[in-house]
């Protein structure tokens, strides 16, 4: 469902922004 797709991009990216936060911080 589109619900679904939505669901899966918002964890995706908070993931990734959760990562990426994470290598700035060890820089």
């Known amino acids: ?3 679904d797709s939505s669901s899966k991009t918002f964890f995706y990216w ?3 922004h959760l990562n990426t936060e994470m290598s700035y911080d060890s820089e």
């Open 14 to 16: 908070g993931f990734f």
């Open 1 to 3: 469902s589109i619900l």
